[in-house]
């Protein structure tokens, strides 16, 4: 629903501030304000990839000036035509007015909730603000600006009723109708970019979490890490906002439809809150119930009165929610059955040490960086490549990258590398993890990065006598380790270890006590660390080739026939469109190879 309002905020938006024009020239047609609209959302969608960071600053003053814009001209209008308008304060006219309108008054809900629209976003910026800062600006200028805009238009409309139509650009003074048309457009631009911006994040992390296919992140501000710009998306969203802007033409229609959008997330939001609540904050089950009913009454009420659009308009959101729902749904499970097929079928250490240091190939010079989606264990793609193929490199190293749900992962926490096997079988696990907020895409310094830690884990390894990497170690294993000094003087040194369970790995770390060298057999343990070193930089200089695996996944044929459509049609085809890891990593083309199979579920 937030993509939906994504798409909705910049048609009614642009459409709206382009009706001005009409209003000054009463003969122009909707055709010409709906081209107008049109050609103002392409630059709009357009510029979006310089982003925002050069000129984000004039956002403030131009929403600033339009409220106080707004809010003037409505202590205008009040003044001017009818000040008893604000009478309408009283609750007992909320009452005389469903007394009257019955269910016509009921179902005006869905057009009088869009004097509340564009509320639902102005929290949202609470990831870039303090909370005092919203709550101000919302009680000192959005609320009071909006009460007087909207109580003057009524003032105006008491004495110009045949106006109700263009009420706001009407009742704007003549000598500064123009000004305000410009920042009115201004500000139109304004709501248009904070709800494509929204868009822009919400995707991002849901692609970090592995619910939508991958796409392109470009970052447009070194400063601020929640400037991104994903170009598939900002297309997309393009021709929908034109399809919805010269579809409906009806400013009404489109408005059913945002209403609709806005009192769905408003809902959900509410939903997502007392959960907050409830299992975050710990507040008392009394305190949640006052809010979630108090919350609910009002949402509902409007709700209900939607409802009775949704044929004027208010599918449109639905329609657009439920092909994003689809597309997040089928993605997100053919991921989790590829990645439920490489945990049940990885190889197990017994098979890997019963072939030998030579793994039963041929060992030829170079390193050969295996892509997985597992954290701990042997791929099945490993399995898969060895038994087709003759040979595999001197030293294999299985990469794998993760997306944590926190914020980011500080750069010496990032990579974490373990030891599989002996050491002559010159076999490693890297995992990177990055945090949603992280930038991975085309990360130049990848490659070097993670031949530095691998080298750091060699000279740490190294200090560690008889230690060798199993699945079986425990996550933190303490180990106490005796070792002499060059004085001859016996001392003890704790050395932390890091060993994968079946869900995690954590870093490893040397903790020297007083002035001990940590050494095995003395001279020995060096010897053996700057052979080993030797034989990685000669490997590396070899060549590195980047081996990614490929698991295709089919539905069996005895599958319903939604799970075929499902896997056979959408996924394949969302897997062929979005981009490869090959890209994703930043793998040159020349040392590059894809080793597929076929996975049935």
Not at 119 to 143: M, N
Not at 539 to 555: F, K, P
Request: include cysteine; charge should be neutral; hydrophobic fraction near 45%.
């Amino acid at each position: 629903m937030v993509i939906g309002d994504g798409i909705l905020t910049p048609a009614i938006s642009v459409l709206s501030a382009s009706g001005g024009i009409k209003v000054d020239h009463p003969k122009m047609s909707n055709d010409v304000v709906v081209v107008v609209a049109v050609i103002i959302l392409v630059g709009l969608f357009s510029l979006q990839h310089y982003g925002t960071d050069r000129v984000g600053w004039l956002f403030a003053p131009i929403v600033l000036l339009w409220f106080l814009l707004v809010g003037g001209i409505g202590i205008y209008n009040i003044w001017k035509y009818d000040s008893s308008v604000l009478r309408a304060f009283s609750p007992v006219y909320i009452y005389r007015y469903f007394k009257r309108g019955k269910r016509d008054g009921w179902t005006s809900l869905g057009g009088i909730m869009l004097s509340i629209t564009g509320t639902e976003a102005l929290f949202a910026d609470l990831a870039h603000f303090p909370v005092s800062a919203i709550q101000l600006a919302f009680t000192v200028i959005v609320f009071p600006c909006l009460l007087l805009a909207y109580s003057g238009q009524a003032a105006y409309l008491m004495q110009n009723t045949d106006h109700v139509a263009d009420a706001f650009y009407r009742s704007i003074p003549e000598s500064i109708y123009w000004p305000v048309f410009v920042i009115a457009t201004l500000a139109a631009i304004v709501a248009s970019q904070a709800t494509i911006s929204a868009t822009f994040s919400i995707i991002k992390q849901a692609l970090a979490l592995g619910c939508f296919p991958r796409v392109k992140v470009v970052h447009t501000s070194k400063k601020f890490l929640g400037q991104i710009y994903i170009p598939d998306i900002n297309w997309i969203l393009m021709v929908l906002c034109i399809a919805v802007t010269a579809g409906f033409k009806n400013q009404s229609q489109i408005g059913n439809a945002y209403g609709t959008a806005v009192v769905i997330v408003m809902l959900v939001t509410t939903l997502l809150m007392t959960l907050i609540m409830l299992l975050v904050w710990h507040c008392h089950w009394v305190v949640v119930l006052i809010f979630t009913v108090l919350s609910l009454v009002v949402e509902c009420t409007y709700f209900s009165a939607v409802l009775f659009k949704l044929d004027q308009g208010g599918w449109v959101p639905l329609v657009i929610a439920a092909a994003f729902l689809v597309i997040m749904y089928v993605w997100h499970y053919g991921t989790v059955k590829r990645y439920e097929f490489e945990m049940h079928s990885k190889v197990s250490m017994a098979w890997i040490l019963g072939l030998g240091p030579s793994l039963g190939l041929v060992r030829v010079p170079g390193i050969g960086l295996v892509y997985t989606e597992l954290a701990s264990g042997v791929p099945h793609i490993f399995s898969h490549f060895i038994t087709n193929l003759p040979a595999i490199h001197s030293v294999v190293v299985f990469v794998c990258v993760k997306y944590l749900p926190v914020y980011t992962v500080p750069e010496d926490e990032r990579f974490l590398v373990k030891r599989i096997g002996p050491k002559n079988y010159h076999m490693f696990r890297c995992v990177a993890r990055y945090g949603y907020k992280d930038l991975h895409k085309k990360d130049d310094d990848f490659e070097k990065k993670l031949f530095d830690n691998l080298f750091m884990f060699v000279r740490l390894d190294s200090m560690m006598d008889g230690c060798s990497d199993s699945d079986e170690y425990s996550l933190y294993g303490q180990q106490t380790q005796h070792s002499r000094d060059y004085n001859g003087n016996s001392s003890t040194a704790n050395i932390e270890l890091s060993y994968s369970s079946m869900d995690s790995i954590a870093p490893a770390k040397c903790h020297p006590q007083g002035n001990s060298t940590i050494t095995s057999s003395g001279h020995e343990s060096s010897q053996t660390e700057v052979d080993e070193l030797e034989f990685l930089n000669s490997c590396r200089d070899a060549g590195v080739v980047h081996i990614l695996g490929n698991t295709v996944i089919r539905a069996r044929r005895e599958s319903r026939f939604y799970k075929k459509l499902a896997i056979d049609y959408i996924y394949a085809f969302l897997r062929k469109i979005c981009r490869e890891n090959s890209v994703i990593f930043n793998v040159p083309h020349e040392s590059l190879l894809n080793v597929g199979q076929i996975f049935y579920v």
